[in-house]
């Protein structure tokens, strides 16, 4: 069957995992452990999709390296107690991608985790193989930097012109646009449609279960791909 794109990128957080809210408890409970005044939910939902340190950087200017090093240790370690069953994925999620992958499409992350966080919800999944690569924002430069899908795209032998990215933050659509990728713009994870369409997105969907048949009647010549 004809289709439009060859490999499709995905971001973790709030993309495929249901996560957002323990992201906003972490990063709350470790303002309050290092004695700084909370930000707003929104607030930190506008900065998930940065690598950590530039994300508390971002929260928090009047912080210094050393300071940024310590609260991203608060925040380590209380996520990973949170966190001590991994989020769940969203409704549709792993029908999707094990469909997706039955049809052929070459399939990768691109997150603002950790390797270390990434490797281990990957196994909490069963997904340690699954994805034909997968890139963590400590291992390559961070969103919205194209770099970590330029090197999606190398290792899968996949152009610009043939990869989609999927994500729901505006890091993540700005990073596909700075590598020259279509993109499409999830709401229901750390940012609204209404704030993520400014960026262009090929489609936007509500629910993760609304992409796969909307990549069948774009590779069927329904709608424009």
């Avoid at 070459?106 to 999944?125: E, F, H, I, M, P």
Wanted: overall charge negative; hydrophobic content about 45%.
């Amino acid at each position: 069957m004809r289709r439009d794109y060859d490999l499709l990128i995905f971001d973790w957080d709030g993309t495929l995992a249901d996560s957002i809210g323990r992201i906003v408890e972490a990063m709350h409970r470790s303002a309050e452990r290092a004695g700084y005044p909370l930000c707003s939910d929104e607030a930190i939902k506008g900065i998930i999709g940065l690598a950590l340190p530039e994300a508390i950087s971002t929260l928090y200017p009047q912080l210094d390296e050393v300071q940024v090093m310590a609260f991203r240790q608060h925040y380590a370690d209380i996520y990973m107690a949170l966190d001590v069953e991994p989020s769940p994925l969203y409704p549709g999620v792993a029908e999707a991608l094990q469909a997706f992958r039955d049809e052929g499409y070459r399939l990768a992350v691109a997150t603002g985790k950790a390797r270390r966080g990434l490797d281990r919800v990957l196994r909490a999944n069963g997904w340690e193989d699954f994805f034909d690569i997968t890139r963590a924002a400590d291992e390559t430069r961070g969103k919205p930097h194209p770099l970590m899908l330029e090197e999606i795209m190398l290792h899968c032998q996949v152009s610009a012109a043939r990869s989609l990215m999927v994500g729901d933050s505006a890091f993540d659509l700005i990073m596909a646009s700075n590598a020259g990728v279509h993109s499409v713009a999830i709401g229901h994870g750390a940012m609204s449609l209404d704030a993520l369409s400014v960026y262009a997105p090929q489609l936007s969907i509500e629910h993760f279960s609304q992409l796969h048949p909307w990549l069948n009647r774009a590779a069927a010549g329904i709608i424009p791909g």
